[in-house]
């Protein structure tokens, strides 16, 4: 997963919504509107795929034959599960960053209300500047470099800290206040009603039909679960993400297995366990749900092992369909990215998924793309 340039105006229009707040601008899908799109059983009201589309026509004909009873590839209810990512292929990823990786710089380096520890603060302008210089699309070549190999775990590390002691209630809020904020580089669309209009229709589908659906992200647990609610069917404890400890507000760092939960104490957000990614997103599928998937939806490096671990030596039949971020129009896409991608689905047999070809809109025709 790749982040967009973030300009110096975009920098400057970043303001602390922990303070003084950030007005709405919104012109997309509400939330509430997101909740309300719905297919049916057969399929047949799909609305923002391309009728044409190869992959969404190899989508449909795999439902139609996995539940049908009389066919050979049957899949009992039981066993559908269906494995989703979430930045890249539910939601945008590039508004300039993930979604959680904005919202960490959010807290670290603009909420007047809190003041991290000059760590944290270091390390969040490092992530900032190399948001800056990772920059898609068409980055200028002297002023790029590749991601850092341990940007994922060292921002999660620092991200867990900024956020740690709050309450449950307290981070909920904090990410529904972020939901609120501008997704820089479109215009008419809010961070919290960037989802994938196509990829929505998906998740209905497939809940139509009885398959059980699991979100698999390396964005914070407990973010997803806010970020998510009530806009896809998916039951909060199908959410699995990066894990934080969690610990009573007056533990103090006592063992849990010596420390008794008390009357006045709240559950407060601790310390980093795990971040969520590559094959971590296979060591907890097998912990937490404990069946392999059929279906799996993902766009990055970072999905790859859990669509070979889907396709690989499953007893039924299986697909894995790869988001391509090749949209240069109506999203803030990456040519480079996307080319890099339909390489490794030729190589590992997974089916891509142009977001140019295949998806009618993506946001709804009010979002477009603010920067050229």
């Known amino acids: 997963m790749n982040c967009k340039k973030l300009t110096t105006m975009v920098l400057a229009a970043m303001i602390g919504f922990g303070s003084a707040g950030m007005a709405p601008v919104s012109e997309a ?9 719905t297919v049916n059983q057969k399929g047949s009201d799909f ?6 589309s ?7 004909s795999y439902v139609k034959d996995v539940t049908n009873p009389g066919s050979k590839n049957f899949i009992p209810v039981e066993d559908r599960i269906a494995v989703f990512d979430l930045d890249g292929t539910l939601v945008g990823e590039t508004t300039p960053c993930y979604f959680e990786w904005m919202m960490y710089l959010e807290r670290a380096l603009n909420d007047k209300s ?6 944290d603060r270091e390390y969040a302008e490092e992530v900032k500047q190399t948001i800056e210089e990772v920059g898609i699309p068409n980055p200028k070549p002297e002023r790029t470099r590749n991601m850092p190999k341990d940007m994922d775990r060292r921002e999660a590390i620092s991200q867990e800290s900024v956020f740690s002691g709050m309450t449950m209630p307290e981070y909920e809020q904090f ?13 008419n669309l809010k961070r919290g009603e960037a989802f994938y209009l196509p990829m ?17 992200s ?43 939960y008390k009357h006045d104490d709240e559950v407060v957000r601790g310390e980093f366990i795990l971040k969520n990614v590559k094959m971590n997103k296979v060591v907890n ?3 937490e749900i404990g069946k392999q998937p059929v279906l799996a939806f993902g766009n990055s490096s970072g999905d790859s092992s859990m669509f070979n671990y889907t396709i690989s030596n499953n007893k039924y039949k299986s697909l894995a369909f790869a988001l391509l971020c090749d949209d240069l129009e109506r999203e803030l896409g990456c040519m480079e990215k996307a080319d890099k991608m339909r390489e490794s689905c030729e190589k590992y047999g997974w089916i891509p998924v142009s977001m140019r070809d295949d998806f009618k809109t993506i946001y709804g025709n009010n979002v477009t793309r603010a920067v050229k």
């Open 285 to 287: 599928i097998v912990r």
């Open 54 to 60: 190869v992959p969404f026509q190899k989508l449909k």
């Open 218 to 260: 390396g964005t914070d647990r407990q973010a997803l679960r806010v970020l998510t609610d009530g806009v896809l069917p998916v039951d909060k404890d199908n959410i699995i993400g990066t894990d934080i400890f969690y610990e009573a507000s007056n533990q103090n760092g006592a063992d849990g297995l010596d420390y008794l």
């Open 175 to 187: 990410v529904k206040n972020f939901m609120e904020t501008k997704a820089e580089g479109m215009t």
């Open 200 to 216: 929505v229709e998906v998740v209905s589908y497939l809940h139509a039909n009885k398959f059980k659906i699991f979100i698999v």
């Open 114 to 119: 809190f003041t991290p520890s000059p760590e």
């Open 29 to 37: 899908a509400t939330r509430a509107e997101l909740a309300q799109i």
């Open 47 to 52: 609305k923002y795929w391309n009728e044409k």
